[in-house]
């Protein structure tokens, strides 16, 4: 049963600014991951690996749908370790105020749980509330 991680924010930032951070890989770089082969295209295949020098959990995406400072998806996979494919999904919404409203779903996370506490629920939606509010959020009301 899917049971959703759902993290949400509101950032002091166009759409455009939001938009821009998810999908300019080098943007991406200073806040997210390194992801040299990213391209907000449907159908376009990219990997890459945590930050720092362990190199331990190799991520690899297929982008699923782009609608421009609206929506972007894609897959989430680590296949050194499972052949379970997940899907991450961020919804963009600017408000009158000028400020965006951010949300990040990423679905079917429980598939990995036989892989242990590193990929648990508790463990993703540590994360991708760190990477919305800690790393997204200040990058872009710096």
């Known amino acids: 049963m899917d049971n959703p991680i759902e993290i949400q924010t509101v950032i002091k930032a166009?759409?455009?600014?939001?938009?821009?951070?998810?999908?300019?890989?080098?943007?991406?770089?200073?806040?997210?991951?390194?992801?040299?082969?990213?391209?907000?295209?449907?159908?376009?295949?990219?990997?890459?690996?945590?930050?720092?020098?362990?190199?331990?959990?190799?991520?690899?995406?297929?982008?699923?749908?782009?609608?421009?400072?609206?929506?972007?998806?894609?897959?989430?996979?680590?296949?050194?370790?499972?052949?379970?494919?997940?899907?991450?999904?961020?919804?963009?919404k600017e408000m009158e105020t000028g400020e965006t409203s951010v949300k990040v779903t990423h679905r079917d996370t429980e598939k990995f749980s036989e892989l242990g506490e590193n990929f648990s629920r508790k463990s993703f939606a540590e994360g991708w509330r760190g990477i919305l509010n800690q790393s997204l959020k200040p990058f872009l009301e710096k």
């Open 14 to 92: 166009s759409a455009a600014q939001v938009w821009k951070a998810l999908t300019d890989k080098t943007e991406m770089k200073n806040w997210y991951f390194d992801i040299q082969d990213f391209q907000p295209v449907t159908g376009n295949v990219f990997d890459f690996y945590e930050p720092g020098d362990h190199k331990k959990y190799h991520h690899v995406g297929e982008v699923l749908e782009v609608i421009p400072e609206k929506k972007l998806s894609y897959t989430w996979t680590y296949p050194d370790f499972s052949t379970v494919k997940t899907t991450v999904l961020w919804e963009i």
